[in-house]
């Protein structure tokens, strides 16, 4: 067991060995099958240099092992950039689809025929480093690393790891101290109460997984390594895609599907729910589109040519809604289709109430105000009101700045962060002037700004409204380096930002 992973598994390389020779001479004079080496993490050369040794002493095992971790790359499907660096990561295309053909190859190198992955799984404590949601993260993580397995056709059987565990368990024992010994696929003892006991989501999307697609026939990667992941399987009863987005990205349905072909479709969530409205946008969350199993459907043009935007997946009770009318363009945030098509109509940019010396904010560059008596709460809306000539050069290529105020809010929600909940965003078509977009988002109570109490403080005060100096940059010092350890780095940091 994790043979290079000495300081988990305690075997130096003759120990090792010697344990195995042991274990083998038991096993098979019972007549039953030996797995092994179970090399952790992706370490190609590891699994040859053992499984080399094995064959001269003629002791290979039935069964291949390897715990193919994708954890510490994050994103089931990413390219491993820890394997000769980002850039070449990039070239060669490294990703868990390639590393699982590989080690089947190595498998079948060495004449064994059986390849599987006994364990892979997300903590909760690594994925909250940088995101909020982590159980749902998990989930979703999860339902993309068995597809993407699956779609590599090189193993007989993958697991998750822990059952029952506080950490990383598909059920969660209530239990918050970790126990000494490793809960991975032995459990000398099972903690916490049977009342404390909770699934999961990653229990659903377990089990879901194994419900629609073990035992279906894979017929290749519709959309893959482009932000978008389109896997289609098909077995006697359906033909079945699999869709999800990189983490924070959305990408619109129609985008890839003609609204013909979705007429007739099942739409099942990652947690096995029949989906009753159909979602406008393919999300981090993967969901699973069924047709009849003699169905032949095409995705349109390559991906490269598709629009992705921003988004909060796991903000509960929202979904994201396009909008595009009368020469406008943009998302915005509701609670269901009804409501969308509500808040399209008080949202419209031409008869969004203007800003008004009463209600003004802000007015420089940009012009902030706020909106009262339009929803249930108080709107906050932005506009730029001038683009200088060198600006509008710069900017040509980029998205406009009320898109950039949606992407950033959207990421920062996504890393735990908090800012005002981003409401919409319009932009109009073909805009040479790049000022005639809007970005709405809530309105923020606050004591004050930071522009304030650091003048104050400039200006020799050692108090203001009860904070003292002292206090005010400690705080500031501690959410700078929350803001690092997200992954955030502001690169503009002066008072009135």
């Not at 997984?209 to 399987?233: D, K, M, N, Q």
């Not at 104050?456 to 929350?482: K, P």
Request: charged share 25%; aromatic share 10%; hydrophobic share 40%.
């Amino acid at each position: 067991s994790t043979s290079n992973r000495r300081r988990w598994a305690g075997y130096d390389t003759e120990s090792f060995f010697n344990a195995w020779r042991i274990a083998y001479e038991e096993i098979k004079s019972r007549h039953i099958k030996i797995a092994g080496p179970n090399i952790s993490d992706f370490e190609p050369l590891h699994n040859i240099a053992v499984l080399t040794r094995l064959r001269r002493d003629n002791q290979l095992p039935d069964i291949h092992t390897n715990n193919l971790f994708s954890e510490r790359v994050t994103e089931p499907e990413r390219f491993d950039h820890r394997i000769f660096g980002t850039k070449l990561a990039m070239r060669l295309k490294v990703n868990l689809v390639k590393k699982a053909r590989i080690l089947k190859k190595i498998s079948n190198d060495f004449g064994v025929n059986e390849f599987i992955s006994p364990a892979a799984f997300w903590t909760l404590p690594r994925i909250r480093r940088v995101l909020v949601n982590g159980e749902e993260k998990q989930a979703d993580y999860l339902s993309r690393y068995l597809t993407l397995l699956a779609a590599s056709g090189a193993m007989q059987q993958a697991y998750w790891g822990p059952f029952i565990c506080h950490r990383e368990g598909l059920i969660d024992d209530g239990y918050e101290v970790y126990p000494e010994l490793e809960r991975i696929t032995h459990y000398r003892s099972v903690l916490g109460k049977r009342e404390d006991f909770r699934l999961r989501p990653s229990f659903y999307a377990m089990q879901n997984f194994i419900r629609l697609i073990p035992g279906s026939l894979y017929e290749g990667p519709l959309a893959t390594a482009e932000a978008i992941e389109v896997h289609a399987f098909r077995n006697n009863d359906k033909l079945i895609h699999v869709l999800w987005t990189a983490n924070g990205q959305a990408m619109p349905m129609h985008a890839l599907y003609a609204p013909a072909q979705l007429e007739d479709v099942e739409i099942i969530s990652r947690d096995g729910t029949t989906v009753s409205e159909k979602p406008e946008f393919v999300t981090e969350t993967p969901v699973f589109l069924c047709w009849s199993s003699d169905t032949k459907i095409q995705l349109k043009a390559s991906p490269k040519a598709r629009e992705r935007i921003s988004l909060y997946r796991h903000a509960p009770g929202k979904n994201l809604y396009g909008f595009e009318q009368d020469g406008w363009k943009g998302v915005l945030i509701a609670e269901n289709a009804s409501q969308a098509e509500e808040l399209k109509l008080k949202l419209h940019p031409a008869y969004l109430p203007k800003a008004t010396e009463a209600n003004t904010l802000r007015k420089a560059r940009n012009i902030i105000w706020r909106i009262d008596n339009l929803l249930d709460q108080t709107v906050v809306a932005k506009k730029p009101l001038r683009m200088p000539a060198h600006k509008r050069l710069l900017d040509k290529f980029k998205p406009c700045k009320s898109r950039r105020s949606w992407n950033a809010a959207a990421e920062l929600l996504r890393r735990g962060i908090p800012t005002a909940l981003p409401i919409a965003y319009f932009e109009q078509a073909d805009d040479k002037t790049l000022t005639e977009n809007y970005y709405l988002c809530d309105m923020v109570d606050h004591d004050f700004s930071a522009r304030d109490i650091l003048t104050a403080f400039n200006e020799g005060a050692t108090d203001y409204q009860g904070v003292r100096e002292d206090d005010l940059y400690e705080q500031l010092s501690q959410f700078l380096l929350d803001l690092h350890g997200r992954g955030v780095f502001f690169r503009d940091l002066a008072g009135g930002n």
